[in-house]
């Protein structure tokens, strides 16, 4: 089957960027992507493409080249759905709040509301492709939904998981290690995932898709992940272990990471793993093990969660600590809001916990972010409901300059490796704080000696305090 037309229900930081890329290299292809939260399809909208919702090195370019010609974003589900032969789901999974399973399984009453959504509209056969991350056998949920509830239509379920990190969306969608497409494997499946690799094949080499089926492919996301956080974790409980011995983390990871079985990749110390992923995704796999009884399993998995709060919540006390046992009315400056570098996201990112604990011990928080709004970081903080919204406006400060964000501090935290923060001119920063003056580098991203001689404090993560 040749597919002409194709939506996308969900333009978050997965549906987004992956169809975007997707209108670019298949400028014969019609991609519509539809969302519910009319704001964020205006933002996608916007005359000005520099306004789009999300921030991804690269993005606002290929939105202006697409747009229009074959991107379009809507408001219209319903439409998108009856003209699209295939249709990508890519709403939110986030971790359920509620009843059984809550805090751990993944709740998937957005996945579901589509799959009905799907039923109702169709009219023709379609293929349904499950981009957001899922438990595994989500499939076989929604192809009952799709069977029972439809207008008598054949649906084709794939599993086509989305690798991308944020922050290197584009790059990585345009030049991915792999793509992986989950199907049964009866013709039909195997024409539906046929023609779900005829797409990326005009962009990426055929030796790259794997094809799998649906159980492997939906279960490998969830494991790709969480072995990416395991490795963090796993640097992490040795950054502690360096500080007290005196060997540098920094040193050690370079160390073992040469062993080309090891590799180097994703063995960088920080003050905690952050993003709408890791966390969701290792909960939900915990759950998944717990739910067939595999005890041992799931407690393995869950560790790697329990090392990451240990990092974050260690971070806070250390800063606590050293601040002589208390922070109360003084001024701590975070620069970097956001989990990583490159990206306006905020989901799960250190910095939220991190000032959390401060606040509860009365410190003021000023923020500076390259790209994170004062109004997120006070939603982020509002969310955790740990403390009113009017304590948090008491205890934030959100600054649009970082030398005004600095001014008067007692100490400076980086939260976020942004590499502007390299380029400060850092005697002017210390000039203008309390003395001692403090960093602490949750990235171990700034130059600790030269700031030394300027004369701060400075500590990083994972080497004993010089
Ligand atoms: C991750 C996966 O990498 C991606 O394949 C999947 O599709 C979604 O989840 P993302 O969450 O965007 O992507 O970012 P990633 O680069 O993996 O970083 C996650 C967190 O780990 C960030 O907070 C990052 O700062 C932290 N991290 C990463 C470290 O602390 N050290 C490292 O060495 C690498
Ligand atoms: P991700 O990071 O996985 O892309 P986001 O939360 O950024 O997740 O995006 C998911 C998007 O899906 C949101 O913009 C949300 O409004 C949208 N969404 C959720 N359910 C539906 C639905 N039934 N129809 C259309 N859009 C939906």
């Given at each position: 089957?040749?597919?002409?037309?194709?939506?996308?229900?969900?333009?978050?930081?997965?549906?987004?960027?992956?169809?975007?890329?997707?209108?670019?290299?298949c400028?014969?292809?019609?991609?519509?992507?539809?969302?519910?939260?009319?704001?964020?399809?205006?933002?996608?909208?916007?005359?000005?493409?520099?306004?789009?919702?999300?921030?991804?090195?690269?993005?606002?370019?290929?939105?202006?080249?697409?747009?229009?010609?074959?991107?379009?974003?809507?408001?219209?589900?319903?439409?998108?759905?009856?003209?699209?032969?295939?249709?990508?789901?890519?709403?939110?999974?986030?971790?359920?709040?509620?009843?059984?399973?809550?805090?751990?399984?993944?709740?998937?009453?957005?996945?579901?509301?589509?799959?009905?959504?799907?039923?109702?509209?169709?009219?023709?056969?379609?293929?349904?492709?499950?981009?957001?991350?899922?438990?595994?056998?989500?499939?076989?949920?929604?192809?009952?939904?799709?069977?029972?509830?439809?207008?008598?239509?054949?649906?084709?379920?794939?599993?086509?998981?989305?690798?991308?990190?944020?922050?290197?969306?584009?790059?990585?969608?345009?030049?991915?290690?792999?793509v992986?497409?989950?199907?049964?494997?009866?013709?039909?499946?195997?024409?539906?995932?046929a023609?779900l690799a005829a797409i990326y094949g005009n962009w990426i080499s055929e030796?790259r898709i794997?094809?799998?089926?649906?159980?492997?492919?939906?279960?490998?996301?969830?494991?790709?992940?969480?072995?990416?956080?395991?490795?963090?974790?796993?640097?992490?409980?040795?950054?502690?272990?360096?500080?007290?011995?005196?060997?540098?983390?920094?040193?050690?990871?370079?160390?073992?990471?040469?062993?080309?079985?090891?590799?180097?990749?994703?063995?960088?110390?920080?003050?905690?793993?952050?993003?709408?992923?890791?966390?969701?995704?290792?909960?939900?796999?915990?759950?998944?093990?717990?739910?067939?009884?595999?005890?041992?399993?799931?407690?393995?998995?869950?560790?790697?969660?329990?090392?990451?709060?240990?990092?974050?919540?260690?971070?806070?006390?250390?800063?606590?600590?050293?601040?002589?046992?208390?922070?109360?009315?003084?001024?701590?400056?975070?620069?970097?809001?956001?989990?990583?570098?490159?990206?306006?996201?905020?989901?799960?990112?250190?910095?939220?916990?991190?000032?959390?604990?401060?606040?509860?011990?009365?410190?003021?928080?000023?923020?500076?972010?390259?790209?994170?709004?004062?109004?997120?970081?006070?939603?982020?903080?509002?969310?955790?409901?740990?403390?009113?919204?009017?304590?948090?406006?008491?205890?934030?400060?959100?600054?649009?300059?970082?030398?005004?964000?600095?001014?008067?501090?007692?100490?400076?935290?980086?939260?976020?490796?942004?590499?502007?923060?390299?380029?400060?001119?850092?005697?002017?920063?210390?000039?203008?704080?309390?003395?001692?003056?403090?960093?602490?580098?949750?990235?171990?991203?700034?130059?600790?000696?030269?700031?030394?001689?300027?004369?701060?404090?400075?500590?990083?993560?994972?080497?004993?305090?010089?």
């Amino acid at each position: 089957m040749k597919i002409n037309t194709i939506c996308c229900i969900g333009a978050g930081y997965v549906g987004g960027p992956t169809m975007a890329v997707i209108a670019k290299m298949c400028p014969h292809i019609k991609v519509i992507v539809v969302d519910l939260n009319a704001s964020r399809i205006a933002a996608w909208n916007d005359d000005n493409v520099n306004n789009i919702p999300i921030y991804e090195p690269g993005l606002s370019e290929i939105v202006a080249e697409a747009r229009g010609r074959n991107l379009f974003f809507s408001t219209d589900v319903e439409n998108a759905i009856s003209e699209a032969q295939m249709i990508f789901i890519s709403v939110n999974t986030p971790t359920k709040t509620y009843g059984s399973g809550k805090g751990m399984a993944a709740d998937l009453k957005y996945i579901e509301l589509c799959a009905r959504q799907i039923a109702k509209v169709a009219v023709n056969d379609k293929i349904v492709v499950e981009k957001s991350t899922l438990p595994v056998r989500t499939a076989e949920a929604i192809k009952n939904i799709l069977d029972n509830t439809g207008n008598g239509v054949k649906f084709q379920i794939l599993s086509n998981p989305e690798f991308l990190a944020e922050g290197t969306a584009v790059q990585d969608l345009l030049n991915p290690d792999r793509v992986l497409i989950g199907g049964d494997t009866t013709v039909e499946g195997e024409e539906a995932i046929a023609a779900l690799a005829a797409i990326y094949g005009n962009w990426i080499s055929e030796d790259r898709i794997l094809k799998t089926n649906v159980w492997s492919s939906e279960l490998s996301k969830l494991s790709a992940n969480a072995f990416l956080a395991q490795r963090v974790s796993s640097i992490n409980a040795l950054s502690e272990l360096c500080e007290k011995t005196g060997a540098d983390v920094n040193e050690v990871a370079r160390a073992i990471g040469m062993d080309s079985r090891i590799g180097s990749k994703f063995l960088k110390s920080s003050v905690g793993f952050g993003g709408s992923c890791f966390q969701k995704d290792i909960l939900n796999l915990v759950y998944i093990a717990k739910s067939y009884g595999l005890t041992e399993v799931a407690d393995y998995w869950e560790q790697v969660i329990i090392m990451n709060d240990h990092q974050k919540r260690r971070f806070a006390n250390n800063i606590v600590k050293t601040l002589y046992n208390t922070v109360s009315a003084k001024k701590i400056t975070f620069l970097g809001w956001a989990f990583k570098k490159d990206t306006n996201d905020t989901r799960e990112s250190a910095a939220i916990y991190v000032a959390n604990d401060l606040l509860n011990e009365q410190a003021n928080i000023a923020v500076y972010d390259p790209k994170v709004t004062e109004k997120q970081i006070l939603f982020d903080l509002d969310y955790l409901h740990s403390r009113t919204e009017a304590e948090n406006r008491d205890g934030v400060e959100v600054f649009e300059d970082p030398y005004e964000a600095c001014k008067d501090a007692h100490a400076i935290a980086i939260l976020t490796e942004w590499d502007v923060f390299k380029t400060y001119d850092w005697e002017k920063i210390y000039e203008q704080m309390h003395k001692p003056a403090f960093i602490f580098d949750g990235r171990n991203l700034l130059d600790g000696e030269m700031l030394s001689r300027i004369g701060f404090k400075y500590q990083s993560i994972g080497s004993a305090k010089k």
